[in-house]
């Protein structure tokens, strides 16, 4: 996994170098170690045992008592930290521009397991029908996760997300052959992402990735958080009461990256009342302009 350039990370609107949009460009990954530092990975990991917690009480562990909880940013208050964390953010708005938010967010906890699946083809793609609909080679990108590792994940075997880096571009991969026992062997060019507690991983909808499984003693404890378009509809089943001082309390920020937007032509970035121009009320716009970083050269930062 191609890692990033350790550097200080002033803020959130600290642009990207080009060495990291190039790498991130030609890998459809990149890795970002240290984007929270332990006492807030403490923190975020406390908020994933209380979820794990509640979700074991509503009998909704399965079978080797992992879990896959969906809207996984709103399951507690501590994970709201994540959206616009600098270590992170800066990638997001570097690579897809001012109009997006988190439309699909989960938390994952995959203790060791006991009781293999039956092994099965797991390498995709993500956008479901995104990858149908758009009859175009390659498609386009259309969002990116950041994947927050919160346990150790610096060895094989430990449920690290499987990768091909490189295949981003390519709107098909080749299933392999299954082996003894139905097994498939990974593709040419896997790599499994290996990481410390408290690193990041971004990447790509269209890079091939695959889940493995924990075959070791450790569980596994991660947070992935989905940023895209504001025209594209939300993915998790969530309900937010937009009248609650909790949600009157939040930055504007923080809002629009949970998909508030007054209006139906906010999320298609423009003003109606101002006769279709781009929106400078929609915050991250008016936080990167007023900044000077939007940017006539790259469409998305226009
Ligand atoms: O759990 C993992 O390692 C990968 C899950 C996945 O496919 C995804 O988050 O898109
Ligand atoms: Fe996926």
């Known amino acids: 996994m191609t890692q990033m350039t350790d550097r200080e990370v002033a803020g959130p609107y600290t642009a990207i170098s080009e060495e990291e949009r190039r790498t991130f460009e030609d890998q459809g990954c990149l890795l970002i170690p240290r984007a929270l530092d332990e006492p807030r990975?403490?923190?975020?990991?406390?908020?994933?045992?209380?979820?794990y917690d509640a979700e074991r009480r509503a009998g909704r562990l399965g079978p080797n008592g992992e879990i896959h909880a969906l809207g996984g940013v709103l399951r507690d208050e501590t994970f709201l930290e994540?959206?616009?964390?600098?270590?992170?953010?800066?990638?997001?708005?570097?690579?897809?521009?001012?109009?997006?938010?988190?439309?699909?967010?989960?938390?994952?906890?995959?203790?060791?397991?006991?009781?293999?699946?039956?092994?099965?083809?797991?390498?995709?793609?993500?956008?479901?029908?995104?990858n149908a609909d758009l009859d175009m080679d390659p498609r386009p990108m259309l969002s990116i996760k950041v994947a927050y590792v919160l346990s150790d994940l610096s060895e094989e075997g430990r449920g690290g997300t499987l990768v091909l880096p490189g295949a981003h571009l390519s709107n098909t991969l080749d299933r392999t052959e299954p082996g003894p026992g139905g097994v498939h062997p990974p593709p040419p060019g896997?790599?499994?992402?290996r990481a410390n507690p408290?690193?990041?991983?971004?990447?790509?909808?269209?890079?091939?990735?695959?889940?493995?499984?924990?075959?070791?003693?450790?569980?596994?404890?991660?947070?992935?958080?989905?940023?895209?378009?504001?025209?594209?509809?939300?993915?998790?089943?969530?309900?937010?009461?937009?009248?609650?001082?909790?949600?009157r309390g939040l930055s504007p920020l923080r809002r629009q990256l949970l998909g508030d937007g007054d209006g139906t032509a906010t999320y298609f970035?423009?003003?109606?009342?101002?006769?279709?121009?781009?929106?400078?009320?929609?915050?991250?716009?008016?936080?990167?302009k007023?900044?000077?970083?939007?940017d006539r050269s790259r469409q998305f930062l226009r």
């Open 82 to 130: 994540l959206l616009d964390l600098p270590a992170t953010f800066r990638h997001l708005w570097g690579h897809l521009g001012w109009n997006i938010y988190v439309n699909h967010s989960h938390v994952d906890v995959n203790p060791p397991v006991l009781d293999p699946p039956a092994p099965g083809w797991l390498w995709h793609q993500d956008g479901k029908r995104q």
């Open 198 to 247: 408290g690193d990041a991983f971004i990447f790509d909808r269209r890079l091939w990735h695959s889940r493995s499984l924990n075959h070791s003693t450790v569980t596994r404890k991660m947070i992935f958080l989905c940023y895209t378009y504001r025209w594209i509809r939300w993915y998790d089943d969530v309900a937010i009461d937009r009248h609650s001082d909790w949600w």
């Open 269 to 288: 970035g423009i003003s109606r009342e101002l006769g279709g121009v781009w929106d400078d009320e929609i915050p991250l716009r008016a936080e990167l």
């Open 190 to 193: 896997t790599v499994e992402l």
């Open 41 to 51: 990975r403490a923190r975020m990991e406390e908020a994933v045992d209380r979820v």
């Open 290 to 294: 007023a900044r000077g970083l939007l």
